[in-house]
């Protein structure tokens, strides 16, 4: 039985072996069709490869389609919902169940195969760029879903601020059928306007009048609480030392802390001592532009003038000083400058 079925195979194989010739030479008009169909049999891998590459890329393209077919269906169904017309039950749970896959749909799309936990260091070996991104890596936020979070809280306010601004609650318009008339109660009216009447002081005052009786009541008691700040400062205690020995000596070297008022108060003390008549100027140096400004508007607001009037400051770019200014604030250059135009200073009694 053995010995037959192979004297069966090799009959076989001998008739594949005679018939393959006839079979070239019966086609051999048809030129390169037999190369052309081993070729393709040798391409069938690539050809299914890039089929399914194909078919993967199509059903990508297909499902954001559909996605944002659903999105607009849903979004025409929930304004159908909202707009209160007639629906019946099986139309409602439809549109539920669109909602739901579509709830679906969007959260599987958000979902990141980031692996939160621990992973083993790679072994970089000779590779210096992938140890070189390792060393400069951050640390970043995610979500629920893995994704990176690179947001500032301030573009997280911005965000549910627009939010919050673009939040509108459809309802349906009701219309004005005409079925109540208004009801006005004159006699509440007329209680409110006599307490309204009553409730204003018997003083004979007009009302602009009264505006400006409080606008200076409240300048008193802001001018006030400043002459108990400049009274609480330390160089207070030397005012009358400070204004004997500034009689009698033409140059004084004064040593106080920050913030003992030396700045803002010995100039003031210099003006109310008559330092000043005669058109005269006290100067007062600041080794930066912004203290000259800053200084200058402090002691305008405790003279109770404007800043450039009598009170002002010169600095590089901006003189902010009149005819009318007796304390002068500034910076050394500005001094040099004046200086150079005017090396005896007439215009100054005092420098600080």
């Known amino acids: 039985r053995k010995d037959r079925s192979e004297r069966k195979r090799d009959r076989s194989r001998s008739r594949d072996r005679s018939a393959s010739p006839r079979r070239h030479k019966s086609r051999r008009h048809d030129g390169d069709a037999s190369p052309r169909r081993s070729d393709s049999r040798r391409e069938d891998p690539k050809v299914s490869d890039l089929r399914l590459k194909s078919r993967q890329d199509y059903l990508a393209k297909r499902e954001t389609e559909k996605l944002a077919l659903l999105r607009k269906q849903v979004a025409e169904e929930t304004a ?33 195969d980031y692996q939160d936990g621990y992973r083993l260091p790679d072994q970089y070996g000779a590779d210096s760029k992938k140890k070189e991104d390792a060393l400069y890596s951050r640390h970043v936020e995610r979500d629920e879903f893995g994704h990176e979070k690179h947001v500032t809280e301030y573009e997280e306010w911005e965000r549910e601020q627009t939010v919050k601004a673009k939040a509108q609650i459809q309802t349906r318009e009701r219309e004005d059928e005409g079925e109540y008339d208004f009801l006005l109660d004159e006699d509440a009216i007329t209680f409110v306007r006599d307490a309204a009447k009553y409730a204003q002081p018997n003083d004979g005052l007009t009302q602009d009048q009264r505006i400006l009786k409080e606008r200076i009541d409240a300048a008193e008691r802001a001018h006030k609480t400043i002459l108990e700040v400049r009274k609480s400062l330390p160089v207070y205690a030397y005012r009358d030392a400070f204004l004997d020995a500034i ?9 106080g802390e920050t913030g003992s008022g030396k700045t803002t108060q010995i100039p003031q003390y210099l003006h109310e001592a ?44 901006e003189d902010c000083t009149n005819e009318k200014t007796i304390l002068k ?12 135009a005017s090396p005896t200073l007439e215009n100054y009694s005092a420098i600080m």
């Open 329 to 340: 604030y500034m910076t050394d250059g500005m001094l040099l400058r004046e200086m150079v």
């Open 274 to 317: 008559g330092f000043n008549d005669g058109g005269l100027k006290i100067a007062c140096t600041q080794p930066r532009r912004v203290a000259a400004m800053s200084v200058a508007s402090r002691v305008a607001d405790e003279m109770g003038v404007k800043v450039g009037h009598e009170v002002g400051y010169s600095i590089r770019f």
């Open 80 to 112: 159908e919902l909202r707009s209160g017309v007639h629906l019946s039950e099986k139309e409602k749970a439809e549109f539920a169940r669109n909602r739901e896959i579509l709830r679906l749909a969007e959260e599987r799309a958000r979902i990141d």
């Open 247 to 255: 009689k009698e000596f033409q140059v004084l070297i004064l040593v």
